[in-house]
């Protein structure tokens, strides 16, 4: 069996018309998430001025694997590690645009080799990195082979939910039918107590200008929810990244963003992901009741969830981040990580005891994700 061959060199900017026809080329290949796609991958580098390392991996003459990584210093209480993130830069304000099923683009089925071909590369080749670190990606990510200087260590991890559609969900009371008797409760109580407002409805951005100005509402309404840092609405570098996406790809079908109205008032805005029939939740705008009976979150997903049923969607994934109402919409689950990849030095040993004995003794601690 022959070795892969990886490559690793600084990223010139004429060299990306060459790499975006080799991107898409594997895009059509791979597991084909959003996020390793160019429209994402493609934005993010012009966001980030092009300050970026490409790795090409090799399969004799045959380009098998394409990434790029940015070095980041992160700075501890009592000491630093030098790190390196694959597709991300490691800086808070500008990975706040929160990519998840990250990875090394590559056909499906060879990303395990992929991936150990290029940790046993960046192990070799850049000796003063103390940590490798990919995601947000599923769980299995951290099993991945490596070189015996290194070991696994997760360093984020939430739940993901998503719901997996089917024809018959065209019919609202049908897929309401699949969900618990109280959450049904919920969404039929609320529709009720709406409806006596005026008609509800779902309404779809349809021009650039018309979703621009729809995620600026949703943004208005996100702040109110989260405070401060913890909305990335009040981070310059993510409404700069949004608007550009945006731009790029509105009138490509990839970019949905939707308001629930009554009668002419929107009451809740979702801004959505569509690739390959599958449905990415981002995040969403709620206008909240002072009657906490009305659940606008509840009955927009709900409506949209239906929506795109009758449009043959396979999948509405709402994504990372522990939500119930997630857990009661969705019917089926799993586990996504930031694996770091890490030297065996002495401190960084001694850090993954010391989180191991902390796990065991608080295994429900987690971090959370507030993207939504």
């Keep these: 069996m022959n070795a892969l061959v990886v490559k690793t060199n600084k990223l010139e900017k004429d060299q990306l018309p060459a790499i975006a026809v080799e991107w898409n080329r594997l895009e059509k290949l791979s597991s084909k998430s959003f996020f390793t796609s160019w429209r994402w991958i493609g934005c993010w580098l012009k966001m980030i001025n092009y300050k970026s390392n490409v790795i090409t991996v090799f399969d004799k003459e045959e380009l098998v694997g394409l990434a790029f990584f940015n070095q980041h210093k992160e700075q501890r209480t009592v000491y630093s590690t030098n790190q390196l993130w694959i597709n991300r830069t490691g800086e808070r304000t500008k990975d706040q645009i929160w990519s998840e099923y990250n990875d090394i683009l590559c056909p499906r089925g060879r990303e395990w080799a992929v991936r150990t071909a290029v940790l046993e590369h960046l192990t070799k080749k850049l000796p003063e990195m103390d940590e490798f670190v990919l995601g947000v990606s599923r769980e299995e990510i951290s099993e991945t082979p490596c070189p015996s200087s290194l070991f696994p260590r997760t360093i984020w991890e939430t739940e993901s939910y998503s719901t997996q559609l089917t024809p018959e969900f065209y019919n609202l ?46 943004g208005e309404l996100h702040r109110q929810r989260w405070c401060g840092t913890k909305s990335g609405f009040n981070n ?137």
């Design 173 to 218: 009371d049908n897929y309401l039918a699949t969900l618990s008797k109280n959450t049904r409760h919920q969404i039929r109580r609320s529709l009720k107590l709406l409806q006596q407002r005026g008609v509800v409805s779902l309404k779809r951005a349809n021009s650039l200008k018309e979703a621009c100005s729809m995620l600026e509402h949703a």
């Design 236 to 372: 310059p570098f993510f409404l700069e990244f949004h608007n550009e996406l945006i731009k790029r790809n509105f009138y490509s079908g990839c970019i949905d963003i939707i308001c629930l109205l009554v009668g002419e008032e929107p009451i809740c805005y979702l801004y959505n992901f569509v690739h390959d029939d599958y449905v990415y939740f981002y995040l969403s705008g709620i206008k909240y009741e002072r009657d906490n009976r009305i659940k606008p979150g509840l009955v927009a997903h709900a409506q949209a969830i239906s929506m795109y049923a009758r449009e043959e969607r396979k999948t509405y994934d709402f994504m990372g981040g522990r939500g119930q109402y997630k857990a009661s919409l969705c019917n089926h689950r799993e586990h996504l990580v930031i694996t770091s990849f890490q030297r065996k030095r002495p401190l960084l040993l001694l850090k993954h005891w010391v989180n191991e004995a902390k796990l065991y003794w608080s295994p429900s601690g987690t971090f959370l994700n507030e993207r939504e």
